[in-house]
């Protein structure tokens, strides 16, 4: 087992132990690519969610808010593309009976090829020291370019087989590459088929085809269908953006690494309305600021990276990911695309109702251009979790040399902001004053008394769970109103005063800090 295998099981088993995420109905053991949020998992996702919706509605005057129904008329799909094109390729194998996405597996197979261009330049790297010029050495050396150019094939290959729904192309490929099943080694496979993904059920009242409703599979549709009610009732200008955070389906073939890839899950999408012909700017400027977004959470640079489409989906005329670097490598987390004006025109053409807007500047009516940016709220989350649990020894403490697992989430995420510690639990003087100061700085922030156990193991306790500070009512409290608080990351104690307590805690997760 690979180390980032481990490090990616101890992350899920880190989420069940301590509440964040358990498998849905898993009395029944469970249901593949469900699973539901506990009690921490639900307080670092609503602040995933306050942050995004705070940063986007609140810090944008020509950004507005709203929450559609899942259910949407089935022609919203019909004219969305979702009907027709909301396909993926799956190829079973024969002997292993497990189902695969064809690109997916052909774009494992380029990963590959990748990771043995890089380990050639780090190996020539190594060799030439300071000396040593990589772009150079990768547009000269025989082997790098080599690789490269089965790399490049293969892209192109893929891109194509993949804008014009060619299966057979795309079994082709998976037989000349000779890529087996990554479980079994086994490469008996079927035919390639498009595999539509949305989730159907029916209406009570109406039998057939007329009554069969979609769950939705992105929650942007709900925002194009009432462009004309928003742009009216709050008379916003274009440009201006609709955002929305909800719940979306998809019946994904694979459906694993845990809440990265889930048949439920919940998205985060703001449309942002231009004029035609802006759409360039409008795409890097909305790439720079969900970048920013990203960073202002102390996520390291190094952990993000934009990733261009090179097939693009049908509404789109231009698109790039952000990618994180998960346990399993860089993949997408957020996608940004220029949705040109399919969406609006599409809906206008199937409904027969203008989708126009008046632009008093350019005094013309046009359908308008949309940018999209859209992060799922669930690898947001498992994004942040990734990130921030580490595993440390514990320096010039008591117990040094002892491990800890500390989640260092930013302080505005934290589910638990302080927790509140009797020095011991059975002096009722320590209880008591313990649950005052519980008492009153729960009335500004989420905060937990606990005497439960030993000073040291509520500690270790609060730090896996990510809680910033930790206050310790002790003997001297008593005497002198002052408290200690700890803090996660540093491990500094400091003596404070009770009543400075509420300013020292906003200080840090206060999420103004995070929009400056
Ligand atoms: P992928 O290529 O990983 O399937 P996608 O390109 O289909 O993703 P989009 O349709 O652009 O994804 O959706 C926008 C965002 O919604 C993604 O960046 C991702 O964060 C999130 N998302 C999409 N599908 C899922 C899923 N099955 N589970 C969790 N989050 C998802």
Redesign the pocket.
């Known amino acids: 087992m690979s180390q980032q295998n481990d490090a990616f099981k101890k992350l899920v088993a880190h989420c069940k132990e301590y509440g964040f995420i358990f498998p849905s109905s898993e009395v029944y053991d469970g249901l593949s690519a469900v699973y539901d949020y506990g009690p921490y998992g639900v307080e670092l996702k609503n602040n995933i969610k306050e942050y995004w919706w705070r940063s986007m509605v609140q810090m944008h005057e020509n950004i507005v808010g709203i929450d559609a129904a899942i259910f949407m008329h089935p022609k919203t799909w019909k004219a969305s593309g979702h009907v027709d094109a909301f396909n993926d390729p799956l190829v079973d194998n024969k002997d292993s009976k497990k189902r695969y996405r064809a690109d997916v597996l052909i774009e494992e197979y380029m990963d590959k090829i990748e990771g043995k261009i890089n380990k050639e330049v780090e190996k020539a790297q190594k060799r030439f020291g300071d000396t040593f010029d990589e772009a150079m050495y990768r547009s000269t050396n025989p082997r790098v370019a080599e690789y490269q150019q089965q790399f490049d094939t293969i892209k192109t290959r893929l891109a194509t087989a993949m804008s014009q729904g060619d299966m057979a192309a795309l079994k082709t490929l998976i037989e000349e590459l000779e890529i087996a099943d990554p479980d079994t080694g086994s490469r008996n496979w079927t035919e390639v088929r498009q595999f539509n993904l949305m989730f159907s059920t029916q209406l009570g009242n109406i039998a057939g085809e007329e009554g069969k409703l979609y769950l939705r599979p ?1 929650t942007a549709q709900g925002i194009f269908v009432n462009f004309l009610n928003v742009q009216k009732s709050t008379r916003q200008k274009v440009p201006f953006g609709i955002a929305q955070i909800g719940k979306a389906f ?1 019946n ?1 073939i694979v459906a694993r690494q845990f809440i ?3 048949r439920e ?1 919940e ?1 985060m999408e703001m449309q942002f309305f231009i004029p035609p012909g802006t759409q360039k700017d409008w795409f890097d400027y909305w790439k720079d600021m969900r970048r920013k977004w990203h960073l202002a959470l102390g996520t390291p640079a190094s952990k993000l990276r934009f990733h261009k489409h090179e097939n693009l989906a049908h509404y789109a005329d231009a698109a790039e ?1 952000i990618q994180f670097e998960f346990p399993f490598g860089f993949k ?4 940004i695309h220029s949705r040109t004006d399919f969406d609006l025109g599409s809906h206008q053409e199937l409904s027969g109702k203008k989708m126009q807007y008046f632009d008093p500047e350019r005094n013309e009516n046009y359908v308008p251009y949309v940018i999209e940016t ?3 709220c ?2 947001m989350f498992l994004a942040m979790m990734s990130h921030a649990l580490t595993e440390e020894t514990v320096p010039g403490s008591s117990d040094e040399g002892n491990t800890r697992d500390v989640l260092r989430l930013h302080p505005a995420l934290a589910p638990v902001k302080a927790a509140i510690l009797p020095l011991k639990r059975n002096e009722d003087r320590l209880v008591g004053k313990a649950k005052d100061i519980f008492n009153q700085l729960r009335l500004s922030f989420k905060v937990q008394y606990d005497d439960t156990g030993s000073i040291g193991k509520l500690y270790r306790r609060q730090d896996a769970i990510g809680t910033p500070y930790c206050i310790t009512v002790d003997f001297d409290t008593l005497e002198d109103n002052t408290v200690t608080i700890r803090d996660r990351d540093t491990l500094v104690q400091d003596r404070v005063a009770i009543d400075r307590l509420e300013d020292i805690i906003r200080e840090r997760v206060d999420m103004k800090q995070l929009f400056a």
């Open positions: 992105e998809r994904e990265f890839r889930m899950f998205q990911d997408e987390l957020e996608g859209s992060i799922g669930d690898r």
